[in-house]
């Protein structure tokens, strides 16, 4: 694996675990404490299913879902240019992934604190690995659109030319 992206989830899952940690210390399950009334919360729920609740107890099944996610992320990791971008795409993901999936397997839940109230609507409560994720994932769509991924006929390509 790339340095950079192995530094970046690194990092990630670092605030990841430290953030989580400070949360399960300092307040008990259901506890909430507004930070800005009526927008953000810091608010301590256990997650045991994935998004939005779905698999709900299905902590099985979503330890084996992410680890073959990751497999698949690293199958294509490289198929993408080794760009700066892409490289923080990837380290965001794999270390939001990875901190996501080390709670699933050390609790049988997923710690989420983040409490945010937008136009009146309770957002589901997430955490540092989530956030990382859905930016990883973000980035990886803008990499698409410009057309950033490399195909096999790319690699045979660069491959011949080489030789």
């Given at each position: 694996?790339?340095?950079?992206?192995?530094?970046?989830?690194?990092?990630?899952?670092?605030?990841?675990?430290?953030?989580?940690?400070?949360?399960?210390?300092?307040?008990?399950?259901?506890?909430?404490?507004?930070?800005?009334?009526?927008?953000?919360?810091?608010?301590?729920?256990?997650?045991?299913?994935?998004?939005?609740?779905?698999?709900?107890?299905?902590?099985?099944?979503l330890?084996?879902?992410?680890?073959?996610?990751?497999?698949?992320?690293?199958?294509?990791?490289?198929?993408?240019?080794?760009?700066?971008?892409?490289?923080l795409?990837?380290?965001?993901?794999?270390?939001?992934?990875?901190?996501?999936?080390?709670?699933?397997?050390?609790?049988?839940?997923?710690r989420?604190?983040?409490?945010?109230?937008?136009?009146g609507?309770?957002?589901?409560?997430?955490?540092?690995?989530?956030?990382?994720?859905?930016?990883?994932?973000?980035?990886l769509?803008?990499?698409?659109?410009?057309?950033?991924?490399?195909?096999?006929?790319?690699?045979?390509?660069?491959?011949?030319?080489?030789?």
């Amino acid at each position: 694996m790339n340095r950079k992206i192995l530094l970046i989830s690194t990092i990630i899952l670092a605030l990841d675990q430290v953030s989580k940690a400070i949360i399960d210390i300092t307040m008990k399950v259901g506890q909430s404490v507004p930070i800005i009334k009526n927008f953000f919360h810091i608010s301590y729920y256990q997650n045991e299913g994935a998004a939005w609740g779905i698999l709900n107890s299905r902590t099985f099944l979503l330890i084996a879902l992410t680890l073959v996610v990751l497999v698949i992320i690293y199958r294509y990791m490289y198929a993408f240019k080794q760009n700066k971008r892409n490289m923080l795409a990837f380290g965001l993901l794999i270390g939001g992934i990875v901190g996501n999936l080390l709670d699933r397997i050390i609790f049988g839940y997923v710690r989420d604190f983040l409490d945010f109230y937008i136009f009146g609507y309770n957002f589901p409560v997430f955490n540092v690995s989530d956030m990382a994720i859905v930016v990883g994932i973000f980035l990886l769509i803008i990499a698409i659109f410009k057309g950033e991924e490399v195909n096999e006929r790319d690699k045979s390509r660069r491959k011949t030319k080489s030789a």
